[in-house]
Structure formats: C-alpha cells, structure tokens
C-alpha cells in the first residue's frame, strides 16, 4: 500500500508563491506517477499538474501552465508543486494522487491513492 501525506498550504495573496509537497510511503512509490488535484467549494476535483517516475515526463492543466511546476525527489519519496503567481481562482483543496501509471495522465479515475488533502486560499 502507499500513504500520502501532503504539506505546505496556507493563506496568500494575489500573486504570491506557496510550495505544497507530498511525502508517500510505500515501496513502489518510485515507479509511480504522482499527480496533483484542486478541489474548490461546490465544483468537481481536476487535474492540476502530473509527473512520470522519471521526473522527466510532467503535464499541466491549462490554467496553470507557466505558473506551476511540479518536480519530485524520489530519495525523499517527495513530489512538489511550485505555485508562483497566485490567483484568487486558484483557491481549492490540493490532493496529491499516485498509482501505478506508466503515464502522467490528468485522468482522475487512474489514480489509485489519495492524499487528505492540503488547503491553498489565495485572497484578492
């Protein structure tokens, strides 16, 4: 089994940076992809950005690209995510997902496990 753990939330403004990270357990983390989620209040939960085992295959939802970057170390079996230039819309819960997937697929139904999730608010 794999547990996910994720970090770094928190309230910021309008264009500010936040750094979320995940830490998983589980000895197959390293071939897994690993991916990040947003859900906001009354909306259904999307894909925001995945990575492949590697590290070199990543993949952004179009409302994020050139703002996120999302990167992983797996001698820490941590994936993160760079948020920079912030926006009220961006305000959701953040869950990071991880299965076994040979891809970094923005397909929700692919993920097998679940972070509890970490809260992003970005005021205006």
């Known amino acids: 089994q794999v547990q996910l753990v994720e970090s770094g939330g928190g309230l910021v403004q309008a264009g500010g940076s936040l750094r979320l990270s995940c830490t998983a357990s589980g000895r197959t983390f390293s071939t897994y992809t690993m991916a990040w989620f947003r859900q906001a209040p009354g909306k259904e939960r999307e894909f925001v950005s995945a990575i492949g085992w590697s590290g070199g295959n990543t993949n952004y939802a179009d409302s994020v690209k050139g703002r996120f970057t999302i990167s992983r170390d797996k001698a820490k079996n941590t994936v993160y995510l760079q948020m920079n230039s912030l926006k009220p819309e961006d305000t959701a819960i953040y869950y990071c997902?991880?299965?076994?997937?040979?891809?970094?697929?923005?397909?929700?139904?692919?993920?097998?496990?679940w972070g509890q999730g970490t809260q992003v608010t970005v005021s205006s």
């Open positions: 997902a991880t299965g076994p997937i040979a891809i970094p697929t923005m397909l929700i139904s692919q993920y097998s496990y």
